[in-house]
């Protein structure tokens, strides 16, 4: 079946700091990928998304790319703040109306 | 426009009572998904339910889980008999339902449930 896997975490970074986290994905056809992030005591919210293969996705200085031939979709940003921290969950749906596949989740924390 | 409703935020049972979880989609939104996040653990999807019908449940328990969707109404998630097993957060996300120009369905996630079982 499908499944997305996610890098170990946590992540601490010091502001202004690249990120990077890897996701990597196992599905069959075709599905989309998306990046949620999570803020404290708070549901889900869609970050970014990607479609088909090598669309880029961005938002709020975030992206990521679909790559099909690495099967992976890590996101990025150039610079952090400390109002990033949150936790990132990568996740892929075969197609609309269906359901989503999540991987675990990393923990992102930006200091001052 | 409100989001996606979930009530309580917070609830408390024994072991063997009931929990009732219920969901509010955003106006407009027919389309209904039950995912359960488990201590430390991604979410796993539960649930996808349309008006009056359960389209697929391939994630929900075989025993003791059940949801609905009614024609009026909240969507509601039952637990019967609850066990230690159960505690988790709850999310309920809603979607619209119509194919989008990108062929995706954003789901919008509500604040979840946070379920502690005694």
């Known amino acids: 079946g499908d499944s997305v896997t996610q890098m170990e975490g946590p992540v601490t970074l010091s502001e202004e700091a690249f990120l990077t986290i890897n996701c990597t994905y196992t599905a069959t056809g075709y599905p989309s990928l998306f990046w949620y992030v999570q803020y404290p005591g708070e549901g889900l919210q869609l970050l970014l998304k990607a479609t088909k293969a090598d669309d880029k996705g961005s938002n709020k200085g975030f992206e990521a790319t679909y790559r099909k031939e690495t099967t992976s979709f890590h996101l990025e940003k150039g610079s952090v703040q400390v109002s990033d921290s949150a936790v990132y969950f990568c996740a892929l749906s075969p197609g609309a109306n269906s359901k989503l596949t999540f991987g675990k989740g990393i923990t992102l924390s930006v200091r001052p | 426009n409100a989001g996606v409703m979930q009530n309580p935020r917070h609830l408390v049972r024994r072991r063997g009572q009931e929990a009732r979880l219920r969901c509010s989609p955003m106006?407009?939104?027919?389309?209904v998904y039950w995912y359960r996040q488990l201590p430390e653990e991604g979410l796993k999807f539960m649930v996808y339910?349309?008006?009056?019908?359960?389209?697929?449940e391939s994630g929900m328990p075989k025993e003791r889980f059940s949801a609905e969707f009614p024609k009026e109404g909240p969507s509601i998630l039952r637990i019967q008999q609850v066990v230690r097993g159960d505690s988790a957060a709850y999310f309920c996300?809603?979607?619209?339902?119509?194919?989008?120009?990108?062929?995706?369905?954003?789901?919008?996630f509500g604040p979840g449930t946070r379920l502690t079982v005694l």
């Open positions: 339910l349309q008006k009056e019908n359960i389209i697929d």
């Open positions: 996300a809603s979607s619209p339902g119509r194919r989008g120009r990108d062929s995706y369905n954003e789901q919008f």
């Open positions: 106006k407009g939104h027919s389309h």
